[in-house]
């Protein structure tokens, strides 16, 4: 098989244009700006509008991405969401937006595994690139979670925000790409942050909708003794298997789920501040979104550029945690047709063996 990576060659986020800030918040509950930000870093988040959704957020990130990385939807084969706020149980998020883009030859399935879906989506994504599956792939991570927030509830409602990001993924003979990624879980830990109702084992109901148990409901306390230690286990992970360690790291994109988090990671994992890329202040907690976001946000701002390499780190619902090493590429494959790597993946075997023939 020829020696194909999977490199991002574009990407792209979308924040709803409602900004509600902390001193909203205090309007709402018995909540300060100074409790959200000193305990949170966050100071402002995005809410969707009427009318938008999961699906409309991942839309527009997907343009921005497809448009950076010069590929047609038609080029597209595989499309993965990943997201715990998704439009409707099913049909899945990412069919929503394989109709909204056109891309006709392009699988599509969401992946949920709270704040770690992003991570979760780009370790199938590359997984089904280096298995010879998919070429293009668009990996997303989207959320509107203030659609599940109790505005009464100021242990929850104050930390999270609706968005999208993407990425495109695709083959590439060059030798950079996604390193390495890991995943974990431990569902022992499920009841920390969960939505109780509304799936099958607590259908919806005037009762469930009284008490509130479509809302998220979260053990903050717990899960920050979680996600410390979570994270930089997983970040280490990723090192390892990629054969490197923190110091041929440029940048790291944490989950932005509260600032003192990720602080404590950067400083365990020995990582200066200028090493790592923040934006939860204007953001808050966007879950499956967040990381897409940062990473996209970090390349505009010059912060991540061709060549540099990369270390993401989540955790999340489930209990779930993970982390990837990656060399940022960022923009086209200049020469795709040449390379062969214009079009779908193989599907056959014989597509296969062709495959097996093209250049290195
Ligand atoms: O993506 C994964 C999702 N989740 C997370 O990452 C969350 C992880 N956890 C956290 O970020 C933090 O635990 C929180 C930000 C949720 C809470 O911070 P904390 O420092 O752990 O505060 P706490 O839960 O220990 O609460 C301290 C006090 C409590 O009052 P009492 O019992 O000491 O009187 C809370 O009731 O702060 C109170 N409190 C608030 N006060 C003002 C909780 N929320 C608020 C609020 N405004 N919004």
Redesign the pocket.
Known sequence: MANHNAVVTGYGFHAPSRIVTNRD?EKM????DE??TT??GIKERHFAADGESTSTLAIRAAKVALERAHMRPADLDLIVVGSASPDYLFPATACIVQSALGAEHAGAFDVEA??TSFISALAIANGMILGGTARNALVIGAETLSRLLDFTD??TC??FGDGAGAVVLEASNASVGVESAVLHADGSKGEL?LVRAGGTRMPASKETVEQGQHFIR?Q??E??KL?VKSMCDAAEEALAAAGVTGDDIDLLVP?Q??L??IDAVARRLHFPPEKVFVNIQHYG?T?AASIPIALSEAAEQGRLHKGDRVLLAA???GFTWGAAVMEWWGVPIPDRREKGLVGRAARTVDDLLERVRLPG
Request: proline share 0%; hydrophobic share 45%; charged share 10%.
């Open positions: 918040f509950v018995d909540t300060s409790w959200i305990r949170t709270a704040c100021r242990t104050v930390l942050l979260m903050g306390g899960v920050f996600a989950h789920a509260n003192r988090i907690n879950s955790f999340g619902g």
